[in-house]
T-cell receptor, first 114, second 116 residues
Framework: AQSVTQPDIHITVSEGASLELRCNYS??????LFWYVQSPGQGLQLLLK??????LVQGIKGFEAEFKRSQSSFNLRKPSVHWSDAAEYFC????????????FGRGTSLIVHP | DAGVIQSPRHEVTEMGQEVTLRCKPISGHDYLFWYRQTMMRGLELLIY????????DSGMPEDRFSAKMPNASFSTLKIQPSEPRDSAVYFC??????????????FGAGSRLTVL
């Protein structure tokens, strides 16, 4: 079965600074990979996804993520954070050839200082 | 499309009462999921349906929880009797099965349940 780890429970950055949120997965083959964002009081919204092809994927709101097979990672990045990016971020992994249902990490809470 | 619609958004009830949460998935999505989110346990998959049929309910915590999907546009999650430890945010999500096989979920805004 697949699993996903988000090592950082909280990340604090200053507005305008760059951001990287870590995600590591465990799966025997190339998985499907996702990042979702949850704003306060809202449901989760898909930021971006990786299925195949180019390992650097672009998402909404200026986010990108890079799939690194050798490191079993799918880290989320943004070059300049805005105060409105403060939210909870979830990495998820889905198995090819299995149930395809994504498994979610515990989430990373992003705090943005003015 | 209006997205995934959940009701009620907030529910406060007393221990022992029955609670029913409702979900309307996106039209054309053939998968429906129920999740529970708490600070302690994070996001937990309770049950999911494919074409209105329950596929995996191994995440349902106990017999007090039940879920139904009588048609493609409606699902319910029922807790009877409710207990304080059921207090959580319950999310419904729906998904099409994409050509690649992956499930890309669209979530509702959630139902926040407080059991006193």
């Amino acid at each position: 079965a697949q699993s996903v780890t988000q090592p950082d429970i909280h990340i604090t950055v200053s507005e305008g600074a760059s951001l990287e949120l870590r995600c590591n997965y465990s799966y025997g083959a190339t998985p499907y990979l996702f990042w979702y964002v949850q704003s306060p009081g809202q449901g989760l919204q898909l930021l971006l996804k990786y299925f195949s092809g180019d390992t650097l994927v672009q998402g909404i709101k200026g986010f990108e993520a890079e799939f690194k097979r050798s490191q079993s990672s799918f880290n989320l990045r943004k070059p300049s954070v805005h105060w409105s990016d403060a939210a909870e971020y979830f990495c998820a992994v889905g198995a090819r050839g299995g149930s395809y249902i994504p498994t979610f990490g515990r989430g990373t809470s992003l705090i943005v200082h003015p | 499309d209006a997205g995934v619609i959940q009701s009620p958004r907030h529910e406060v009830t007393e221990m022992g009462q029955e609670v029913t949460l409702r979900c309307k998935p996106i039209s054309g999505h053939d998968y429906l999921f129920w999740y529970r989110q708490t600070m302690m346990r994070g996001l937990e998959l309770l049950i999911y349906f494919n074409n209105n049929v329950p596929i995996d309910d191994s995440g349902m915590p106990e017999d007090r929880f039940s879920a139904k999907m009588p048609n493609a546009s409606f699902s319910t999650l029922k807790i009877q009797p409710s207990e304080p430890r059921d207090s959580a945010v319950y999310f419904c999500a729906s998904s099409p099965r994409g050509f690649s096989g992956a499930n890309v979920l669209t979530f509702g805004a959630g139902s926040r349940l407080t059991v006193l």
